[in-house]
């Protein structure tokens, strides 16, 4: 996975986010108190908040549309590229394959949320230094635990895109056309967040996969908020329970041609 130029192209560019955060700031002086995204006024206060920054801005588009790209290339690039059915004649069997391919895609969430965060720690900490972090709660933590918020802020990050990989997964079963399972994983994510700003359906919202996904900031209350943590693994869990199961009933049954 990690060997396709396509992939460590989409994790230069998330790390290429938080670089380019920090140097406007840095050579423009950064927006007014409250202005721009969440934390970007603080970003020269404390160059930590770069990262959280870029993970918080990456977090509506950039980040699904990588793990999209990821998962929606798993089953359907292999069948496009006609080496699904040379995989499937060793005695690994179909199930085995979907496994690896559904960790594959949660390790590369995890690579894609710590490279920003990694980039944007570094970054920050080069051109405005570590101090202590004002927390949302009120009152301070010192730069390293600051840094362990950051890390937190990944896991969290995460665990929300999880959900989405295993429904690329899923998408990706049902065609032998990796640029439409990964359309549609995508399409799918930002479909999720635009129903989620609409009032007249607020019934359905904490049932779509992105609704917490921006409470990653409360890693910077003190104390953590553990309750967004739990609420999330719960939701993120459900949708891969549900379609890992579908994306094993399809593939288990489907037919590979080439």
């Known amino acids: 996975m990690f060997a396709r130029r396509r992939h460590l192209a989409i994790l230069g560019v998330l790390a290429a986010v938080p670089v380019l955060i920090a140097l406007a700031v840095y050579f423009f002086d950064g927006p007014s108190s409250g202005d721009g995204p969440p934390f970007l006024d603080r970003v020269t206060d404390n160059g930590l908040f770069v990262g959280i920054t870029a993970l918080v801005i990456c977090v509506p588009l950039f980040l699904p549309l990588a793990v999209g790209v990821v998962a929606g290339d798993t089953i359907a690039g292999e069948a496009g590229q006609g080496t699904l059915r040379y995989l499937l004649l060793s005695p690994a069997g179909r199930t085995r394959l979907l496994a690896v391919k559904l960790a594959g895609v949660v390790v590369f969430c995890a690579v894609a949320t710590l490279t920003v965060v990694a980039a944007g720690s570094a970054v920050g900490l080069a051109l405005f230094g570590a101090q202590d972090v004002a927390v949302l709660s009120g009152g301070t933590i010192t730069p390293w635990e600051a840094g362990g918020r950051a890390l937190l802020a990944a896991g969290y990050v995460t665990v929300s895109l999880v959900g989405l990989g295993a429904i690329g997964l899923f998408v990706s079963t049902l065609t032998d056309v990796p640029v439409g399972a990964m359309a549609a994983t995508v399409t799918l994510a ?20 992105t609704y917490r996904w921006f409470d990653v ?28 199961a579908l994306a094993w009933a399809r593939f288990t049954t489907k037919d590979v041609l080439g």
């Open 190 to 209: 930002v479909v999720s967040q635009v129903v989620g700003q609409i009032p007249q359906v607020e019934a359905i919202h904490p049932w779509l996969p």
């Open 217 to 244: 900031a409360d890693v910077l209350r003190d104390p953590v908020a553990w309750e967004s943590f739990r609420l999330n693994a719960l939701l993120q869990a459900a949708y891969v329970a549900v379609f890992s």
